[in-house]
């Protein structure tokens, strides 16, 4: 993504970004934001995590937002989120919601999968991606305990927490280390 950041060291001030505060050189068509990626999250109403984040951008027929590059190049809004929060960002595949909610850009609703995986996950088993964790529902924990977990002090070995919570050591390791269980905030 494009940024349009100001040198430090001149003299000309600039303006501020709308979203990041970097100062940056407004032109007519960039009067708010320092970067593209900025312009994109000032279109989404940032909420709590396990409420939808709406775009408040043009939307495509088909309900998803629309999200137009500096250059003319446009993609759907939760696809760029996506992309630019993600490693391993696949471009053959879909960005998929787990809330089915079309305009939702909340990174923690969001998921990667084919059209038929996604189809198949949502009908057969009533799957959420490992990332959410509780809505997984083979998911023991639920978000309540996994905070009770990452608040335990450290000294308290594994082993006593899984007996605790009945899930594997392995389990707790993997929370601890913050593998698993990512988007709960301590
Ligand atoms: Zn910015
Ligand atoms: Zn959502």
């Not at 993504?1 to 501020?16: C, Q, T, V």
């Not at 000032?42 to 984040?53: A, F, N, R």
């Not at 003319?72 to 089915?100: K, M, Q, S, W």
């Amino acid at each position: 993504m494009k940024r349009y950041r100001i040198n430090p060291n001149s003299a000309y001030r600039g303006k501020e970004c709308a979203v990041c505060s970097e100062r940056f050189i407004p032109t007519g068509s960039r009067s708010l934001y320092c970067s593209d990626l900025c312009r994109l999250w000032g279109l989404i109403t940032i909420k709590t995590q396990e409420e939808c984040w709406p775009w408040k951008g043009t939307r495509n027929r088909d309900g998803y937002g629309i999200y137009k590059f500096s250059g003319g190049r446009t993609t759907t809004a939760h696809r760029e989120i996506y992309r630019n929060l993600y490693g391993g960002f696949d471009p053959g595949l879909e960005v998929c919601h787990i809330c089915d909610n079309r305009l939702c850009c909340n990174p923690h609703h969001l998921f990667q999968g084919t059209h038929a995986e996604n189809m198949h996950d949502m009908a057969q088993k009533g799957r959420a991606p490992p990332l959410l964790g509780e809505k997984h529902h083979q998911a023991k924990l639920t978000e309540i305990q996994v905070r009770e977990i990452l608040r335990t002090d450290a000294t308290v070995p594994h082993v006593h927490l899984a007996k605790k919570f009945d899930v594997t050591p392995e389990m707790i390791s993997l929370i601890r280390n913050r593998r698993n269980w990512k988007h709960v905030c301590v």
